[in-house]
Structures are given as structure tokens and as C-alpha cells.
């Protein structure tokens, strides 16, 4: 089975510069994650879909970052315009649906290989 | 106060040794717990779900805290391959489906 798929693996920018990442999930898959991961932290959950609506865009900085999953299958992540702290890998996860599986049980996220992005 | 604390290590042991993290959550409505492995400039894999009564995976150990907050991954004779930044990743009813992870604790098993 195919994993989720993002491109590009890397891009340098300089800042305030656009730029734009792409995410093909497994396919069947239903929800659709972007999140950021600035080296030594965790992954941050910048926006969740669930079909082609948002279900939770809390973390998401609307001013320079926007996302969308039009047709409910692929989706994009947008930074305009990018900022040095920026710099960060951008990872794309999806799952079946939401979190809670059936009798207790948990759907996993599986990643993509991310975008590793560099703010100059 | 982060919502998810790790010690960041790194954890230096030998080939077949014991190795333990800790990781503790700030939100007591936390209710789903999962460990996750990350290798180097790699993406983070699922390596277990946390149940309350605690449970095992070959030589992987989880066990779960819910009056002290906290958990645990247990990890017996360490194999070279299990070199990586293990994830501690908490999820709470209020937050839908958000994971929130913790800064990893890395672990390095030399020979």
C-alpha cells in the first residue's frame, strides 16, 4: 500500500517569499493533517480536515499560513509570506477518519516523509 | 508549563540493556496516550497506544499514570535498530482528534 506522499523533500527560500507544499494521502483516507516541526520539538498540529471541511485550524498562523483539500483527496499548505522562523519540516499525516476507531481502539496517523523548509 | 514534558536525553546505553522514559501531561483530561518513534530525518511512526492497564509489545513495556500524570515506555534488551527520538503523544476528549506530542526523548544504543 502506498504511503502519504509529499513534495517537494526540501526548499530554501528567502524571507518573505511564497511558497507552497503538497500532500497525496493514503488512499480511503478520510482525514488529513499539516503539521509543523521546528528542530528539537514535537510536531505541532497546524490544521486537520476531514474531507474537504476543516475541522480544527487552531494552531494554524491565518495571516501568512493557508491550506486547503478541495476535492477531499490531495491538499496544500501555502506560506505567504514566509518568515525566518519559518524554517521548519512540514509533515502531512492522514488516518482512516478521526482519532477514536471502534471498541476502545485508535485509527494511526501515518506521515509523509515531509517538506523541509529553510527561511534564509 | 508545556502540555507534554520529556526529558530530551540523550540516552546513551549499551547493546541488551534496560532503558526507561518518562513523559508527564498537564491536561488531567487527557484520555488517549500513544508512544511514537522518530529516526533521524525521518517521519514519526505509531510504535504503541497507552492503556490503562498498561500493556506490552514484544520488548516494548507502556504503561499509564492517570493520578500522577504521567507515562512510561519501558524498553528491554536494547537493540542497536532502536536507536531514535521516542515520542510521547497525548490526545484529550476536548481537543477532537489533536495530538499533542511532546519534544521526543532520544536514545542512542551503541555497541
Known amino acids: 500500500e502506498a504511503g502519504v506522499a509529499q513534495s517537494p523533500r526540501y526548499k530554501i527560500i528567502e524571507k518573505r517569499q511564497s511558497v507552497a507544499f503538497w500532500c497525496n494521502p493514503i488512499?480511503?483516507?478520510?482525514?488529513l493533517y499539516w503539521y509543523q516541526q521546528i528542530l528539537g520539538q514535537g510536531p505541532k498540529l497546524l490544521i486537520q480536515?476531514?474531507?474537504?471541511?476543516?475541522?480544527?485550524d487552531s494552531q494554524l498562523p491565518k495571516d501568512r499560513f493557508s491550506a486547503e483539500r478541495l476535492k477531499g483527496v490531495d491538499s496544500t499548505l501555502k506560506i505567504q509570506p514566509a518568515k525566518l522562523e519559518d524554517s521548519a519540516v512540514y509533515l502531512c499525516?492522514?488516518?482512516?477518519?478521526?482519532?477514536?476507531?471502534?471498541?476502545?481502539?485508535?485509527?494511526?496517523?501515518?506521515f509523509g516523509p515531509g517538506t523541509r523548509l529553510t527561511v534564509l | 508549563r508545556k502540555e507534554v514534558e520529556q526529558d530530551p536525553g540523550p540516552f546513551n546505553v549499551p547493546e541488551g540493556a534496560t532503558v526507561a522514559f518518562n513523559c508527564t501531561y498537564s491536561?488531567?483530561?487527557?484520555?488517549?496516550f500513544f508512544w511514537y518513534r522518530q529516526d533521524c530525518r525521518k517521519e514519526p511512526k505509531l510504535l504503541m497506544s497507552?492503556?490503562?492497564s498498561g500493556n506490552e509489545d514484544g520488548r516494548f513495556t507502556a504503561q499509564l499514570n492517570r493520578a500522577s500524570q504521567y507515562i512510561s515506555l519501558l524498553i528491554r534488551d536494547s537493540k542497536l535498530s532502536d536507536s531514535a527520538t521516542y515520542l510521547c503523544?497525548?490526545?484529550?476528549?476536548?481537543?477532537?482528534?489533536?495530538?499533542?506530542f511532546g519534544t521526543g526523548t532520544r536514545l542512542a544504543v551503541r555497541p
Open positions: 491536561n488531567s483530561a487527557s484520555q488517549s
Open positions: 488512499s480511503g483516507h478520510a482525514t
Open positions: 499525516a492522514s488516518s482512516p477518519r478521526g482519532l477514536a476507531g471502534a471498541f476502545g481502539t485508535y485509527n494511526e496517523q501515518f
Open positions: 503523544v497525548v490526545n484529550a476528549k476536548s481537543s477532537g482528534d489533536k495530538l499533542t
Open positions: 480536515f476531514q474531507n474537504n471541511g476543516v475541522v480544527d
Open positions: 497507552v492503556y490503562s
